[in-house]
């Protein structure tokens, strides 16, 4: 396991090979991250290992093109503007262990775009980062292998310009397609999510 944590001096972290779970948290002047790692546990970014919020003040650039791992979290990172998570979901190497991934992106004051492609998500959490105006999740095919998924998306600022309830044919809005139609127009990119959400109501 690699915790790094509290190194004010630290600028760079690159990590690859096969590690087990990374926890980088409050390091001040720490701007760039690049993981491609195999990693056996989670990738988390601005909490500490007791799950205190402990921000990365000065990150702005994270990639994790190539790296695996068994769930994502970038939380509390005031600068970051921009994020692409494309970390390819694993089960842990316990016995028990089942494919249930998990992304959680809370509380980032300054992200204003992010694009997931992670797949097979049991936990999806997209909360509190309040300049959020893009999202991109075209890439979210899957839900995870419990199949009883978990989806937050809220506090952000993801904008629909008009939303149209065309037709509920039936007395209460059930909210099935075939009975309460209508439509949301947004630039948000919310509709990106469809294919992944249309899993996780079956």
């Excluded at 004010?8 to 972290?13: A, G, W």
């Excluded at 087990?20 to 601005?46: F, H, P, R």
């Excluded at 959490?125 to 105006?133: E, F, S």
Aim: proline share 0%; charged share 20%; no cysteine.
């Amino acid at each position: 396991s690699i915790t790094i944590d509290d190194q004010d001096n630290l600028e760079t972290i690159t990590l690859a090979g096969k590690l087990g779970a990374i926890t980088l948290s409050d390091n001040d002047n720490l701007t760039d991250i690049t993981i491609s790692a195999d990693v056996d546990g989670a990738i988390t970014i601005g909490v500490d290992t007791a799950g205190n919020a402990a921000n990365n003040s000065d990150l702005v650039n994270v990639t994790l093109t190539g790296s695996k791992a068994t769930g994502v979290t970038v939380s509390n990172n005031a600068e970051l503007e921009s994020l692409t998570i494309d970390t390819t979901m694993q089960a842990g190497t316990a016995d028990d262990a089942v494919l249930d991934g998990s992304v959680v992106v809370k509380d980032n004051a300054a992200l204003t775009s992010l694009t997931i492609s992670s797949s097979s998500l049991e936990t999806l959490t997209i909360t509190g980062n309040d300049d959020l105006t893009t999202i991109d999740g075209t890439g979210i095919a899957a839900i995870g292998a419990t199949g009883e998924p978990t989806v937050t998306i809220e506090d952000n600022d993801l904008t629909a310009t008009a939303s149209v309830d065309a037709e509920d044919s039936t007395a209460t809005a059930d909210g099935a397609a075939s009975t309460d139609l209508g439509s949301v127009t947004t630039e948000s990119g919310m509709e990106t999510l469809k294919t992944y959400l249309a899993l996780v109501a079956a």
